[in-house]
């Protein structure tokens, strides 16, 4: 994996193609530069706003070259150093210079006026940005950012010895399909006191991250943290009560189906009681789903499956494939999770996961595929900030490729293995709306609570959990795992309230699946063109461009929870 090595996506127009972008020194002068610059004509602001975006597109590509080798090999030092040099470098020193950039932009807009139809949305954000902009944040914010990369750091160190051999927490999670209900719980304990050894860390790390945020958000002028970052995630179409509309919803429509499936698992599977180790086998009593024997077959697999759906997804797969832009095998030190990461100069994107051999691998890969496929297809925006869609939108993106592209998964399953794998993924998606609104719904309790204690913490948590159906497995003598189980859900550490998004989207690929079984033809034409728009226009446009309502009241999650649970019926 060579990703200097990439070419950029256009020949650069202002930034000297020697230049280190790591030399904090030099990348604050290019932005003085464009600060100092004299603009006296509309063409003239045009040709400074996309000298910009060619800075902030190159700068932003080399933080991600070295967050992306830091990830995949946090135990190497120098990767972890040159990211960390990074963050408390360059990004601190960036950040003030910046913020002028941004009131330079306003004072000129006024000077000269742009087509407000396109540059409507850029303006509304780099108000935003200049309303939340505060000099004393920055130390702050690069604080954050370290402690985020030593929650990574702690979370990449986690192995166990199993089976005489050292293996990855990710690498155990196979053993959670095995019809060995001994080998199970053995697996699953085992990997639960590996995480519970760190608890106090992890506490540690989350105080640290807590207490900074809400300082963060009252020197910015925000009370409330939760309101300040839904100014930064740049949430202009709904609001927190929204979410909590969405958390009742749940909890009313969802929460009972979802009670319904593991009632019908335990009665399968002939226990009294389902705990945390029976959530994952088969309830049939069947051998674990093994869609692949290793990365290269997963890979060829999905490039089979994209080319069969889309001859476009097809070439950009292959690309991929063919310049390095995949990381998928689990392996020790590497970081957990899975991610796609827009390599925002080249304009190419990277997939980042941990595979071990199981059905969730396949879903994974075709969920980041979504992401990249997203990147292609805004790739031509002259803007950077108009490649990048409102996250609600971006995991549209991702999910309904899982649903679209899951229609083709015979490349990986004969017809009894794939119907399998269908209701796994049904009964995926009806507990992930839930989980959503339980992670969601915690966070709004914790940044509601400023001044919770941790055992307060600790209860809340237990509460919020049961309430969206964490009561239906049977937490007998293991109520100190069960307490700190939120420990598992990075975004909780690294980006704070990005979670409710999954629930949002979920509900806009279930919108585009439906779709898709209307007029295959007229969905993926809908979903392309979505995706093509990038960020140009507000999230309510660009749902409604891909064919699909951005709702998520009773109104719209009611029919596709119906329509869910006779799909569910269908293999149960």
Request: negative net charge; aromatic residues 12%.
């Amino acid at each position: 994996m060579n990703l200097n090595n990439l070419k950029h996506y256009q020949k650069r127009a202002f930034v000297p193609e020697s230049v280190d972008l790591t030399d904090a020194v030099k990348v604050v002068d290019l932005y003085k530069q464009l600060e100092k610059r004299s603009i006296s004509s509309v063409e003239g602001l045009k040709q400074w706003i996309a000298d910009r975006s060619e800075l902030d597109a190159a700068l932003s590509e080399t933080g991600s070259i070295l967050y992306i080798r830091m990830t995949c090999q946090t135990d190497d030092p120098k990767t972890s150093r040159e990211y960390t040099r990074f963050v408390q470098t360059v990004m601190p020193a960036v950040r003030p210079v910046s913020d002028l950039l941004n009131h330079k932009y306003l004072r000129e807009r006024g000077s000269f006026p742009l087509d407000d139809g396109y540059y409507q949305i850029y303006d509304r954000s780099v108000r935003t940005d200049v309303e939340l902009f505060s000099d004393k944040n920055v130390p702050l914010q690069t604080k954050v950012d370290l402690l985020s990369q030593e929650y990574q750091t702690l979370c990449g160190a986690m192995t166990v010895m199993f089976e005489d051999k050292e293996q990855t927490l990710p690498q155990m999670s196979k053993y959670l399909l095995q019809t060995d209900r001994s080998l199970r719980e053995q697996a699953w304990r085992a990997t639960s006191q590996r995480r519970i050894k760190d608890k106090d860390q992890f506490e540690q790390i989350f105080d640290q991250m807590f207490a900074l945020r809400n300082t963060i958000a009252q020197n910015a002028g925000y009370s409330s943290f939760m309101d300040y970052q839904f100014k930064v995630y740049h949430r202009f179409d709904y609001t927190p009560r929204d979410c909590q509309e969405y958390h009742k919803t749940i909890e009313k429509l969802v929460v009972p189906l979802n009670k319904r499936i593991l009632s019908k698992r335990q009665d399968q599977l002939r226990l009294k009681s389902l705990r945390p180790w029976d959530t994952m086998v088969d309830p049939m009593g069947k051998k674990p789903l093994a869609p692949f024997k290793d990365v290269q077959q997963l890979v060829q697999g999905a490039y089979t499956i994209f080319n069969k759906l889309d001859k476009d997804f097809g070439i950009q797969f292959k690309e991929m494939m063919d310049r390095g832009l995949l990381d998928l095998a689990s392996r020790p030190g590497k970081a957990p999770g899975g991610y796609q990461n827009t390599l925002n100069e080249s304009r190419k994107p990277f997939i980042f996961m941990n595979a071990v051999g199981i059905d969730d691998d396949v879903r994974t890969l075709l969920h980041e595929a979504g992401h990249a496929f997203h990147a292609w297809a805004s790739a031509h925006e002259p803007l950077l900030d108009y490649r990048h869609a409102p996250m609600e939108f971006c995991e549209v993106a991702s999910m309904s490729m899982e649903l679209i592209a899951g229609e083709y998964l015979s490349e990986f399953y004969a017809p009894p293995d794939l119907n399998r794998s269908s209701r796994e993924h049904i009964e995926g998606i009806i507990q992930t709306l839930a989980w959503v609104a339980n992670i969601d719904a915690f966070q709004h309790w914790l940044y509601s609570h400023p001044r919770h204690t941790s055992e307060e913490r600790r209860s809340a948590w237990i509460s919020i959990y049961e309430q969206f159906g964490g009561n239906f497995i049977d937490w007998s003598d293991l109520k100190d795992i069960k307490s700190y189980l939120w420990h598992r859900q990075l975004h909780i550490f690294e980006v704070p309230f990005y979670y409710i998004e999954y629930g949002i989207a979920q509900l806009g690929a279930l919108q585009v699946w439906l779709n898709l079984r209307r007029d295959p033809l007229k969905a993926l034409k809908d979903y392309k063109y979505g995706l093509s728009l990038g960020g140009s226009r507000p999230v309510v446009e660009l749902f409604n461009a891909a064919g699909i309502s951005f709702d998520f009241s009773e109104k719209i999650i009611k029919p596709l929870v119906e329509a869910l649970e006779l799909e569910w019926e269908k293999f149960a």
